[in-house]
């Protein structure tokens, strides 16, 4: 169940929990604050889009477990900190960056798809760092 490596433990069965209701809160969010912007996909891009999310928050919410077990005791408050200092650090600068150029986001309501986006990554995120450390538990 759990694989040890440097100290860290990584449940699996917390890491699959957290990304598959993370994936349920992103689409729930986009679904109701996204519409016109998702009605330009396909479903079957939608489809692939959400297939590729759930890997995305596996990932995250083992990047989440591990940094909060490197730096200290493994806990729901813990899980959310992490997540929020990650989420803060790196995915609200990259969506601002791509805000501000104009990268990714067109249209007239572009800030508007912009802090849907933002606000749906800082709700999984916290989501998946409650998860993974009410799930976990570091023994030693």
Same mark, same amino acid.
């Given at each position: 169940?759990?694989?040890? /490596?440097?100290?860290?433990?990584?449940? *699996?069965?917390?890491?699959?929990?957290?990304?598959?209701?993370?994936?349920? =809160?992103?689409?729930?969010? #986009?679904? *109701?604050?996204?519409?016109?912007?998702?009605? /330009? #996909?396909?479903?079957?891009?939608? #489809?692939?889009? *959400?297939?590729?999310?759930?890997?995305? $928050?596996?990932?995250?919410?083992?990047?989440?477990?591990?940094?909060?077990?490197?730096?200290?005791?493994?806990?729901?408050?813990?899980?959310?900190?992490?997540?929020?200092?990650?989420?803060?650090? =790196?995915?609200?600068? @990259?969506?601002?960056?791509?805000?501000? /150029?104009?990268? $990714? $986001?067109?249209?007239?309501?572009?800030?508007?798809?912009?802090? @849907?986006?933002?606000?749906?990554?800082? =709700?999984?995120?916290?989501?998946?760092?409650?998860?993974?450390?009410?799930? #976990?538990?570091?023994?030693?």
């Amino acid at each position: 169940m759990a694989n040890e /490596t440097s100290g860290v433990k990584q449940n *699996y069965v917390a890491i699959v929990v957290a990304a598959v209701v993370s994936s349920i =809160l992103q689409a729930a969010w #986009n679904s *109701y604050l996204l519409k016109g912007w998702l009605a /330009t #996909n396909t479903s079957q891009q939608q #489809n692939v889009q *959400y297939a590729v999310l759930i890997v995305g $928050f596996a990932l995250i919410a083992a990047a989440i477990s591990r940094i909060t077990q490197l730096t200290g005791v493994l806990s729901p408050i813990r899980g959310l900190r992490v997540a929020a200092l990650l989420w803060l650090s =790196l995915i609200f600068p @990259a969506l601002t960056i791509l805000l501000v /150029t104009g990268q $990714f $986001f067109n249209g007239d309501h572009q800030l508007n798809v912009w802090a @849907a986006i933002v606000g749906s990554w800082l =709700l999984t995120m916290l989501v998946s760092g409650a998860i993974v450390g009410a799930l #976990n538990r570091k023994t030693k």
